[in-house]
């Protein structure tokens, strides 16, 4: 292929200079469907993901190859996680020609789960995310992951005579992999500190215990995001992190949300 484009004397414009001095910190593709494979639990698991790619331009280069970055991601054998995104974010910056560059990928996956009283199984799924900031000397990887939960109300639950209002909640975690973390351990973080976590498939005994799990361990969203720090803050293997929680309210057209960094 190459000897052809240098028999047609195809001029590379990409590679032109430029003359108006300014480097682009960002120039790559978004919205690129194509699909990965996760390591879940001990096993290999297919999915689909969106994926957004870019580089840092030069001041004096024209623009990227935009096609690099489409090839840069065919090329990807392995299942995806932080050792594999480091070895391949520092791939795509060397077919780029680039001195950094940021990979993000969206997912969706699914854990099986047994419901609490009779045990019936299903799927849940999740949303994950994979962000990569590459440079030419190292490469730091964000593991994402976006968690449903059920939370009840503290104060609802003290000013009323009977019930208290409750709903669903996300909790999003996001952080930089010191070491190896697994899909699960971050869904637990998040659903380990609800009121209660969810399944797909219940049963009435489920649907009981799950109603008074509620109630006996109240949440107010200040509560969850506290709690989703507090233990990653005792886990080694996290480095930075942000931990978002947002109520779907049901008693307001308005959601309640709150934020922890570190």
Not at 70 to 87: C, F, G, Q, S
Request: charged residues 25%; proline residues 4%; contains cysteine.
């Amino acid at each position: 292929m190459t000897n052809l484009i240098d028999a047609l004397h195809i001029p590379d414009t990409q590679s032109a200079r430029d003359d108006r001095h300014l480097a682009i910190q960002r120039v790559g593709v978004r919205g690129v469907r194509y699909p990965i494979q996760l390591r879940i639990e001990g096993a290999v698991v297919p999915t689909v993901a969106d994926w957004s790619l870019d580089v840092a331009l030069p001041a004096e280069q024209k623009g990227t190859h935009m096609s690099r970055f489409v090839a840069w991601l065919d090329a990807i054998d392995d299942p995806l996680d932080a050792a594999t995104l480091k070895r391949e974010g520092a791939r795509m910056l060397a077919l780029l020609a680039a001195d950094a560059g940021r990979i993000e990928a969206s997912f969706p996956f699914f854990l099986r789960k047994r419901a609490p009283v009779s045990g019936v199984e299903s799927l849940l799924e999740y949303q994950g995310r994979f962000v990569v900031e590459a440079t030419s000397s190292e490469s730091t990887v964000w593991a994402e992951v976006v968690v449903p939960v059920k939370s009840l109300c503290p104060c609802s639950k003290e000013i009323s005579d009977y019930g208290a209002h409750n709903q669903r909640s996300h909790v999003t975690i996001r952080v930089e992999a010191l070491a190896e973390l697994s899909w699960l351990e971050l869904v637990r973080f998040a659903e380990d500190s609800a009121s209660a976590e969810i399944w797909s498939s219940l049963k009435r005994a489920d649907e009981k215990w799950i109603t008074e799990r509620a109630y006996e361990n109240p949440k107010f969203v200040e509560d969850m995001v506290r709690d989703v720090a507090l233990r990653l803050n005792a886990d080694p293997r996290v480095g930075r992190y942000s931990v978002d929680v947002e109520n779907f309210e049901s008693i307001h057209a308005h959601s309640a949300m709150a934020r922890i960094e570190r």
